[in-house]
């Protein structure tokens, strides 16, 4: 089954003067943006309460080589503890975080799993990106580490200090101080690269945290 920010999300989806100049302009930029991407991650946290985007997510396998598998859908939250994932493409899935429980539903399956909020989030990905109140926090779980532009984007790497779980570590890309990309890896070699547009700082009526299991849903309570 397809999972998201709570696990990996896998399924059965010029002139020599020039350059130099634009080189010392480049290297300027970077060092800039390196030291600064631990403050646009504590501004994301503390400003941005809520949001709604579109991702388009690959995941690929260091130990299966080949294309990777692309997904695509919609993300949602609200801090400090509910978030939203429907999966439209290729497979249609739901996950949803209501505060209390994580919710996980595959329609292909019929089946919900139902497991204890609390239980699962505080050292994943979804903690880092929809559910902390602030960068202290996170650093009680986190080791937080700025780390050199890529892509045009500014990064932090989080490394889980619990050495138990599946994630190895996350890399957080910021556009300005908007969410761009995570880069997922876990300790089986599976990397999950989340790419987000059309973010909205609101949440749309329509989406709900709220979940019903569908009619004749097998329920497995973990």
Do not use: C
């Not at 403050?39 to 080589?65: E, H, M």
């Not at 109140?133 to 580490?145: A, C, D, G, H, Y």
């Not at 790419?195 to 989406?207: D, I, M, S």
């Amino acid at each position: 089954m397809t999972t998201s920010l709570s696990r990996t999300p896998y399924r059965k989806p010029l002139a020599a003067g020039a350059v130099s100049a634009l080189a010392m302009g480049m290297l300027a930029f970077s060092g800039a943006a390196h030291a600064d991407s631990l403050a646009t991650l504590d501004s994301y946290i503390k400003s941005t309460r809520a949001g709604y985007a579109d991702f388009t997510q690959v995941v690929t396998n260091a130990n299966k080589p080949g294309a990777g598998k692309q997904s695509v859908g919609t993300f949602a939250f609200k801090r400090p503890n509910q978030f939203r994932f429907d999966y439209r493409k290729p497979f249609q899935q739901t996950i949803v975080a209501d505060g209390k429980t994580l919710w996980m539903y595959d329609a292909d399956l019929n089946q919900v799993t139902q497991r204890s909020q609390a239980k699962v989030l505080d050292s994943t990905p979804a903690a880092l990106v929809a559910s902390a109140t602030s960068i202290e926090s996170l650093k009680q779980r986190f080791t937080l580490e700025a780390v050199p532009v890529k892509d045009r984007l500014e990064w932090v790497k989080a490394t889980p200090k619990d050495k138990d779980g599946q994630l190895q570590n996350v890399m957080i890309g910021f556009d300005g101080k908007q969410l761009r990309k995570l880069e997922i890896l876990d300790s089986f070699g599976q990397r999950s690269v989340m790419t987000f547009g059309n973010f909205v700082p609101t949440v749309p009526a329509k989406v709900s945290f709220k979940f019903k299991v569908p009619a004749g849903a097998d329920v497995l309570k973990q």
